[in-house]
């Protein structure tokens, strides 16, 4: 973990509610994918935890959703604002497991963080699926962020107005992978868990204090003992996890 | 040169400042960060007789220039503290400990207590009777003088290290607690645990915190922490452990002003890991801001 000063490049909506925010700053301990970044917002107590999407260079990139006040507030500032981020926070995905052809599985705002995923893994070499899973056609974003990395991708939403009709799970039908990557809401990574038969990492959320492993305000259970999301997370093996 | 040290029931101190209990782990994240001997001391995470997984998720909620938490004791137990934590600890922390316990009983507490006492990294227990977020035991002791003073004499009873009671401020009358502490044997007294609070989720109308309830800590209860430091400073002869929302080193000052020896920050250390730190380094210059040369002698100095 380091604490440093990052500045806005670029905060615009992707959606009605989902904005990309770019920042200009020192990315050395993002570059592994999953991990996530804290971020100071004045008027505010808590700092608001947001995982990583893209570290290139000196340029960062968040994806998030309004959701609540700091969201809120993200999304009201102008480039040239200057920002505290403690950085390098959680222990991130790892490619050494993905096989040739891993399925990378996000849903809504849990998309981002697999997006360096994919570029790492295609960097690699390696032939990745992106299953990426919206409620409707204008929550839809980064299909075509993914598909420019080389992978195959798939769109679902809730009421088939984009893509395939249902949850991600509809787009794993009777396909098999070397592989799972996911984040998302809960329960579609349980469905996720359920449906295939391949290990996996899946990234979890929570409400954090710190950010940092110090508070214990994000533990959870797993089959190896309690392990605090933030700091032993976000992203658990498939073998461990208790639902 | 000034002086920053203090002395607690006398054990000397090299600065009053001690990351609080639960905001802090067992020091290793911080030690990562900075060297932590330059902190007075450290209060290690709450220990009970057996592992505790704590409360269900969401443990934390935001609020207006302060936190709410609803952590519920998670912690190893006392066996993996003495055994694992403090060993791995003594690798970063040349210095004593305060030793945060919990209890759900009488005989617990005893029991933990008794477990610790050996331990020469332990400079002073701090028994925590005042945890609003766990049910059946905490906070109720803290809550009735004679509950309170049960648990001093018990604990009082099994350990010849230093003991001082942590009190809750959610009493109609915090002095009437800590007198009764003080009379049961207590060598000092630490304050204040935190305020009983909660936040709704305006979406789903509940709760934001599975506990529903939680503890409020960080600036918003400074000004509290300090009028309930001033008041009992003034019904007590033992020395207290001042906290509550303090972030600088003014605050700390203000703090030792009201009648704390020493101070203890604790929500702060989440949103800044460096903040002890930065208050032990910036005390020699708010000294001599405020015409201070020994620490020591300021305290209980607005009375």
């Given amino acids: ?243 | 040169m000034v002086d920053t040290s203090v002395t607690l029931s006398g054990w000397r101190i090299d600065n009053p400042v001690i990351p609080a209990s639960g905001t802090f782990g067992f020091g290793y994240e911080f030690a990562e960060l900075y060297d932590i001997n330059c902190l007075g001391s450290l209060a290690i995470k709450g220990t009970t007789a057996e592992p505790r997984f704590g409360n269900p998720t969401p443990r934390i909620a935001d609020c207006p220039s302060g936190m709410l938490n609803a952590v519920g004791l998670q912690n190893p137990g006392v066996r993996e503290v003495r055994e694992r934590e403090l060993p791995r600890l003594a690798a970063y922390f040349r210095k004593k400990v305060v030793a945060n316990v919990s209890g759900f009983s009488v005989g617990e507490y005893e029991k933990t207590v008794e477990a610790l006492s050996g331990e020469e990294q332990i400079g002073l227990f701090e028994i925590n009777i005042s945890c609003p977020n766990v049910h059946g035991g905490g906070m109720a002791f803290g809550t009735d003088p004679a509950a309170a003073a049960a648990v001093t004499e018990a604990v009082r009873r099994v350990t010849d290290k230093l003991v001082y009671i942590k009190l809750s401020p959610n009493v109609t009358d915090i002095t009437e607690i800590a007198r009764a502490c003080e009379a049961a044997g207590a060598d000092g007294l630490s304050l204040i645990n935190t305020l009983l609070g909660m936040r709704i989720d305006l979406r789903t109308r509940r709760p934001v915190l599975a506990n529903r309830t939680g503890g409020l800590s960080g600036p918003a209860v400074y000004p509290i922490a300090l009028r309930m430091v001033y008041d009992v400073y003034a019904a007590v002869k033992i020395p207290i452990i001042g906290m509550g929302g303090v972030s600088s080193a003014r605050d700390v000052i203000e703090m030792m002003l009201a009648g704390a020896t020493a101070v203890e920050v604790g929500a702060a250390n989440l949103v800044d890991p460096y903040v002890c730190r930065d208050i032990v380094e910036a005390l020699p210059t708010e000294m001599e801001r405020y015409g201070i040369r020994k620490l020591s002698e300021i305290i209980g100095g607005a009375h």
């Fill in chain 1, 1 to 243: 973990m380091e604490q440093k000063i990052f500045t806005v490049t670029e905060n615009l909506p992707l959606t009605a509610a989902v904005y990309r925010m770019r920042l200009r700053g020192d990315t050395t301990d993002v570059q592994c994918p999953g991990r996530f970044v804290n971020l100071r917002i004045d008027g505010l107590y808590l700092r608001r935890p947001l995982s990583v999407c893209d570290a290139e260079g000196d340029c960062l990139t968040l994806i998030y959703k309004t959701v609540g006040e700091g969201t809120e507030r993200m999304s009201r500032m102008a480039p040239g604002t200057r920002l505290d981020l403690l950085t390098g926070l959680g222990n991130g995905y790892t490619t050494e497991k993905s096989g040739p052809t891993p399925c990378l599985v996000g849903g809504g705002v849990g998309v981002p963080p697999l997006y360096l995923l994919c570029r790492r893994l295609r960097a690699e070499g390696k032939r990745p699926t992106v299953v990426l899973g919206f409620g409707r056609a204008d929550e839809v974003f980064y299909a075509q962020e993914f598909r420019a990395l080389g992978a195959e991708v798939v769109v679902t939403t809730a009421d088939g107005s984009c893509g395939i009709r249902g949850f991600v799970t509809a787009a794993l039908e009777g396909r098999t992978f070397s592989y799972i990557y996911a984040c998302g809401p809960e329960p579609m990574l349980r469905a996720v868990y359920e449906q295939t038969a391949c290990g996996g990492q899946y990234s979890f959320e929570e409400r954090m204090g710190c950010g940092f492993g110090a508070c214990m305000g994000c533990t959870c259970r797993t089959k190896y003992g309690n392990k605090r999301i933030c700091r032993d997370g976000p992203v658990l093996e498939k073998e461990e996890i208790v639902w």
